[in-house]
């Protein structure tokens, strides 16, 4: 299996940007399915944004405009940059590695990696 470790997140007032980075090891994520998921205390894991196999991106509705998830086959690295940020971004953002075509929206199962998650405050 793929390693995962996200890293960039933090405090940030709303209006702001934040890019999160998910790097990969042990495999080359060009033949993964990427997806970037995120949990709210006290809420269930939701799926944000999502790039296949073949580059093809797919978003929540609440997210699509703001968010754009890109990878890099050069440094095995996928990226969440997100813009105009709301409170209600606010959660645990996770990295997600999938060795077959993306469904969207996917569920927790459909995925056999997970990062560890980083930390996305957005308060004023």
């Known amino acids: 299996q793929v390693q995962l470790v996200e890293s960039g997140g933090g405090l940030v007032q709303p209006g702001e940007s934040l890019s999160l980075s998910c790097a990969a090891a042990?495999?080359?994520?060009?033949?993964?399915?990427m997806a970037w998921a995120r949990q709210a205390p006290g809420k269930d894991r939701e799926f944000v944004a999502g790039?296949?196999?073949?580059?093809?991106?797919f978003y929540v509705n609440s997210v699509k405009g703001r968010f754009t998830i890109s990878r890099d086959h050069a440094k095995n690295t996928v990226s969440l940059q997100m813009n105009s940020l709301k409170p209600e971004d606010t959660g645990v953002y996770y990295c997600?590695?999938?060795?077959?075509?993306?469904?969207?929206?996917?569920?927790?199962?459909?995925?056999?990696?997970w990062g560890q998650g980083t930390q996305v405050t957005v308060s004023s």
């Open positions: 790039i296949g196999i073949g580059g093809g991106t």
């Open positions: 042990g495999r080359s994520i060009s033949n993964y399915a």
């Open positions: 997600a590695a999938r060795s077959r075509l993306l469904r969207w929206p996917p569920t927790n199962a459909d995925f056999g990696s």
